[in-house]
């Protein structure tokens, strides 16, 4: 069953997202952190994705790509989520950085999430 982690340091988010994801995406194992300290040690290199909310205090998402590379985390397996701007987040994040940048409050680009989810559950399906 893929892992996937999904960091993000409001709790209600992080139980709006695993409800949705329960429902449309059963074959996923999702577990969320909303405290990005202890999340630290949740990463490794067999996460199929790793999410990651790039304003979070104490330690932000930028801080936590980089760790979670160290890690073994392969970049194109990593996904941040922001409320920037999507304009402002591809000038911090080079292409190739990771796998993808969204705007946390732009619907059109749930449609992304939604699609790599949908290829994790291919995946789990044929496994």
Not at 40 to 57: G, K, Q, R, Y
Request: contains cysteine; glycine residues 6%.
């Amino acid at each position: 069953m893929p892992e996937i982690l999904l960091i993000d340091d409001d709790p209600l988010f992080c139980r709006q997202m695993a409800a949705w994801m329960q429902e449309r995406f059963p074959r996923l194992r999702l577990t969320t952190c909303s405290d990005p300290l202890k999340a630290l040690s949740l990463l490794n290199e067999d996460l199929a994705l790793l999410i990651l909310d790039l304003e979070m205090p104490v330690l932000d998402g930028q801080k936590l790509l980089e760790y979670a590379k160290q890690q073994g985390v392969d970049c194109k397996r990593i996904l941040i989520l922001s409320s920037v701007g999507i304009e402002g987040l591809h000038q911090r994040f080079a292409m190739g950085e990771c796998l993808g940048v969204l705007n946390k409050q732009e619907p059109k680009q749930w449609k992304v999430l939604e699609m790599i989810l949908e290829g994790l559950d291919r995946k789990a399906a044929a496994s």
